[in-house]
């Protein structure tokens, strides 16, 4: 009969970070016991803490793991001919298809932004700031190129930080109707936020 391979100690980490960004998006972090992630995870409680030193660590560690960084897809634009409207597009398109993917990491900021408010800025700081400088950079990018008027790039970046979080809530939160494919919303989005809706 054939041995089962043993898990390496960062595979076992892993494996318990997976369990416990179900269970925490679930029950929020007050809601959550270390033995109700242990028993999704298929581990006992000792285990955890063998490689977590509380909850708060382990939960630290959940905002690193689903840090999304553009930063790559962002430089790989900005040095191309494209237009500002194609750049934005694609980003808008790829945070779309990173939630609609995996729609955990927006139930675990808002647990956070109610339940655990040192957390709530680590999730920012982690996941949100780094779209925010994306937007900043190819407005900035726009404004240099003539192709935007003379703007705030930070304020025009949270708005566009905002309308499209607030979209993703809606979507995969709230589950609301759908109206538009995810290359329609990533383009309406672009297209009123670039031009507006006035005549």
């Known amino acids: 009969m054939e041995q089962k391979k043993r898990m390496s100690g960062q595979e076992r980490k892993d494996q318990i970070i997976n369990a416990a960004v179900k269970v925490f998006s679930e029950n929020g972090f007050l809601g959550t016991k270390t033995r109700e992630i242990a028993e999704a995870a298929g581990v006992s409680e000792a285990m955890i803490f063998k490689h977590f030193k509380n909850k708060d660590d382990l939960y630290r560690s959940i905002i690193k ?5 553009h930063s790559h897809e962002l430089n790989f634009f900005l040095t191309r001919p494209e237009s500002v409207w194609d750049v934005l597009k694609v980003v ?4 779309l298809k990173e939630f609609e993917e995996d729609p955990s990491f927006l139930r675990l900021i808002l647990y956070s932004a109610l339940e655990e408010k040192k957390f709530a800025f680590n999730f920012m700081e982690e996941n949100v700031f780094g779209k925010m400088e994306a937007f900043r950079n190819i407005i900035k990018m726009g404004i240099k190129k003539g192709d935007i008027r003379d703007v ?3 304020l025009a970046a949270q708005m566009l930080c905002d309308m ?31 031009n507006g809706i006035m005549k």
């Open 92 to 95: 808008v398109l790829e945070i």
């Open 152 to 154: 705030n790039p930070d």
């Open 164 to 194: 499209i979080g607030g979209y993703c809530i809606s979507q995969y939160i709230l589950k609301q109707p759908k109206h538009l494919e995810k290359e329609d919303i990533a383009e309406t989005y672009v297209d009123i936020f670039l």
């Open 65 to 69: 793991k689903i840090r999304k960084d």
